[in-house]
C-alpha cells in the first residue's frame, strides 16, 4: 500500500448509538450513506471505538480481522451481518511506530467492533478498504487521547480515514422507551456543537469541569472519548461540519461531525 504523501483526508466523528442502525433504514444510517458517497476514496480506514476501551494501547494488524458482535438481545438479522472489509497491516505497522513511545502493542486478535462495523457497512457496504482500529486507552486521562490524535493526524495526509465512533451524550441506565430528551442531554449537546463551532477544544477535553450536564451525558468515558481523537486531529483552519445530529431514547446524542 503506497503511504506516500496524498491529499489530506477529511476526518469523522460518528454517533453511532444503537447497533441497530447498521440494518435499519432511518436518519442516521441514511446520513452515513451519504457521507460514505461523498468523500474521497480513502487507503485505509482507522477507526477509534467506543467498544475497544481497554487497559493498554493497542493497534489491530491482522491481515483478516473477524466482524465482532459485542452485544446481545438483538434481532438475528443483526448477528448474521459481517463486515469481511481486509485489514492494515502496513498503516498499523505505521502507527505502533509512531506511537511506539506511548508503549503501543500490534493486536492479532480483536477485529472489527460494531462501533466499527455498524457505521462502516452503511458508509462503505463493499468492504473493500483495508480498516484497522485504535484502542481507546482506559487508563489514560482525556489530555492523553487528544494528543494521539494530534499524532495519527499525520495519516490523515497519507490517505487514511480517521473515524471516532462512539456519542457525545451517552447515559445508558437513563434510557427511556420514548424519544423525548431530557434537558441535561440537549442541553450539553448543544454546548458541545457550540465548543466544537468555536474550536474551543480544551473545554471539551476537560468536559469535567462544564458542570452538571456534562457529568450526566458522561457518566463514563468510553463513547466521549473518540470525539478527543477527531479534534486532535483537526488543523487550526479547516472546515467543521455536523452530517447528523438528533437525541434518541432520551439519552443518547447521534450528533455526528465532518472535519475538513
Not at 112 to 121: A, F, I, K, N, R
Not at 130 to 141: A, E, G, K, R, V
Amino acid at each position: 500500500m503506497d503511504l506516500t504523501n496524498d491529499k489530506i483526508m477529511p476526518a469523522l466523528f460518528v454517533g453511532h448509538g444503537s447497533p441497530m442502525n447498521a440494518i435499519e433504514d432511518n436518519e442516521f444510517s441514511k446520513a452515513w450513506e451519504k457521507i460514505g458517497a461523498e468523500l474521497p476514496k480513502p487507503k485505509a480506514i482507522l477507526c477509534i471505538s467506543a467498544h475497544w476501551f481497554v487497559n493498554e494501547l493497542a493497534i489491530t494488524a491482522m491481515e483478516k480481522p473477524k466482524t465482532i458482535h459485542d452485544f446481545y438481545g438483538f434481532p438475528k438479522e443483526l448477528y448474521d451481518v459481517k463486515y469481511p472489509a481486509p485489514g492494515a497491516p502496513q498503516p498499523a505497522e505505521e502507527t505502533h511506530k509512531l506511537l511506539i513511545d506511548k508503549e503501543a502493542g500490534l493486536n492479532m486478535d480483536w477485529g472489527l467492533d460494531h462501533g466499527t462495523w455498524s457505521v462502516l457497512c452503511r458508509m462503505f457496504p463493499e468492504a473493500a478498504i483495508p480498516t484497522y482500529q485504535l484502542s481507546i486507552n482506559s487508563s489514560m486521562p482525556p489530555e492523553y487521547h487528544f494528543e494521539i490524535g494530534k499524532r495519527i493526524k499525520a495519516f490523515r495526509s497519507k490517505g487514511v480515514l480517521i473515524i471516532g465512533s462512539g456519542n457525545i451524550v451517552h447515559n445508558l441506565p437513563m434510557m427511556k422507551s420514548d424519544n423525548t430528551p431530557y434537558e441535561w442531554a440537549v442541553e450539553f449537546d448543544n454546548k458541545s456543537e457550540q465548543l466544537i463551532y468555536d474550536r474551543d477544544f480544551e473545554s471539551l477535553v476537560n468536559y469535567h469541569n462544564l458542570g452538571k450536564e456534562a457529568l450526566l451525558s458522561i457518566p463514563t468515558p468510553d463513547h466521549y472519548f473518540p470525539l478527543l481523537y477527531i479534534l486532535g486531529a483537526a488543523s487550526k483552519d479547516e472546515e467543521i461540519n455536523f452530517f447528523a445530529e438528533g437525541l434518541t431514547l432520551g439519552s443518547i446524542s447521534m450528533r455526528s461531525l465532518r472535519i475538513g
